[in-house]
């Protein structure tokens, strides 16, 4: 019974990795600019309605330099195929205007495990246009308190500067370790709402 079991959650795990891969298929190839993201507390009061997964809600970029909010996509204008369990990452505000409000950066779908996500995040484009997205592994801490975003190679972690570029006054630095071979992690979410465990709310001035 243990094998069968183990077995199972086996298939489960290769099931979830393929849908997750084939997430690209799905998406468009511009990021779509939804309406309503304009107002932090009006977004905040929709997450606070409902009960929330832990990638769910208010995420910070930059030292507050920007706001987004991780929540499901089940709009027609994220995904072409419906039944399809993924999030969007939607820009709510930044100290930039380069982007509007309501502009998703990209989609995460669940790869089997409760803390990690494959990461579709657009990143290619001329001035302040976004288009294609690259493949990354999104990380939830142990605390759920930041989200990290990593990849093994070089090229797809210079090239996630050019969307922080339009979101924040200067580059975002993070802290960028080494783990898993060659693969580097650079901190590039901070949970702001819900708080974490622990960690008291705070408002935030842009």
């Not at 930041?146 to 200067?170: E, I, Q, V, Y």
Request: glycine share 8%.
């Amino acid at each position: 019974m243990k094998r069968l079991l183990t077995s199972l959650t086996a298939v489960m795990v290769v099931i979830v990795t393929a849908l997750a891969a084939d997430l690209s298929r799905y998406i468009p190839s511009e990021p779509p600019v939804h309406r309503g993201y304009n107002d932090i507390d009006s977004v905040k009061a929709a997450l606070a309605s409902r009960q929330l997964s832990p990638v769910e809600g208010l995420w910070t970029i930059g030292g507050n330099q920007a706001v987004i909010v991780i929540e499901p996509a089940t709009s027609p204008a994220d995904l072409s195929q419906p039944g399809i369990t993924a999030y969007r990452v939607v820009l709510v505000s930044s100290v930039r205007k380069a982007l509007r409000p309501g502009t998703v950066l990209g989609y995460l779908a669940p790869d089997g495990h409760a803390d990690t996500f494959d990461a579709l995040i657009y990143t290619s484009g001329i001035g302040s246009l976004l288009s294609g997205t690259e493949h990354y592994t999104a990380t939830l801490t142990a605390d759920g308190a930041h989200l990290n975003l990593s990849s093994d190679k070089p090229r797809l972690r210079l090239t996630l500067r050019h969307t922080f570029k339009l979101l924040l006054r200067a580059t975002v630095s993070g802290s960028v370790r080494p783990s898993d071979g060659d693969r580097q992690s650079t901190e590039a979410f901070t949970k702001l709402y819900p708080p974490p465990p622990g960690r008291p709310s705070r408002p935030v001035y842009l």
